[in-house]
């Protein structure tokens, strides 16, 4: 069975304390992983997506990087507007359905 | 380009009833799966929809069904609730049954008393 777990469950940080998310997964075959963000009683909203070990993505504050077993969301001087959940989720296919993790909830305290 | 949008925002239901729950999907996208969200925990699979039939099931009773329409719009109807229900449900579109490129809405917050 895939399972997706991540780390910490809740993070808190002071403005501009750069720190990472953890998202290890265990699949039989990843073809993509994804990294949403999540605001409280809203949908999640999409950030990267990452295909095969190595890889890295960026955008602003977020850099993304996977290998055969984990991934790392690394955020880089955080304000407080990063405040959220994320949630990492994976597929084995494109017919398949994502299976998240139960997310972390970052806050960032000015 | 429109995004996915679901109604109603929120719903308060008691413990037998039936509840439907609808979702409009992003222009261009014919593929359009379900999630249920507890309170802390990560999105769960209900179901995923193309072309008007069920393509794909996750581990949720018969009472968890779906409806597909022409427009690719949805609808997740839930029968005989409990109050384990209370969840965000979500709704994702994407362009076609193997693409990646997933869409949100905002869900709709159920209230099971």
Redesign the interface.
């Known amino acids: 069975e895939d399972q997706?777990t991540q780390s910490p469950e809740a993070l808190r940080l002071q403005e501009g304390e750069s720190s990472s998310l953890n998202c290890s997964y265990t699949v039989s075959g990843l073809r993509?992983l994804?990294w949403?963000r999540q605001d409280p009683?809203?949908?999640?909203?999409?950030l990267f997506?990452l295909y095969s070990a190595g890889e890295e993505k960026e955008k602003e504050r977020l850099k993304a990087t996977l290998t055969k077993k984990e991934s790392f969301l690394h955020i880089t001087a955080p304000k407080p507007e990063d405040s959220a959940t994320y949630?990492c989720?994976v597929?084995t296919?494109?017919?398949?359905?994502?299976?998240?993790?139960?997310?972390t909830r970052l806050s960032v305290i000015a | 380009e429109t995004g996915?949008t679901?109604s109603p925002t929120h719903l308060i239901k008691t413990r037998g009833q039936q509840v439907t729950l609808r979702c409009s999907s992003q222009s261009g996208h014919n593929t359009v799966?379900w999630?249920q969200q507890a309170l802390?925990?990560?999105?769960?699979?209900i179901f995923?929809y193309y072309r008007e039939e069920e393509?794909?099931r996750?581990n949720f009773p018969p009472r968890f069904s779906g409806l597909q329409f022409p427009n690719y719009s949805s609808e997740l109807n839930v029968n005989a609730l409990e109050l384990d229900d209370s969840a965000?449900y979500?709704c994702?579109s994407r362009p076609g049954?193997?693409?990646?490129?997933?869409?949100?809405?905002?869900?709709t917050?159920l209230t099971v008393v």
């Open positions: 997706v993509g994804f949403y009683g809203k949908g999640p909203e999409f997506t949630l989720a597929t296919s494109g017919n398949t359905p994502l299976v998240f993790g139960k997310g | 996915v679901q799966s999630y802390g925990q990560g999105p769960q699979f995923q393509n794909g996750g965000l979500l994702a049954p193997e693409a990646y490129g997933y869409t949100f809405g905002s869900g917050r």
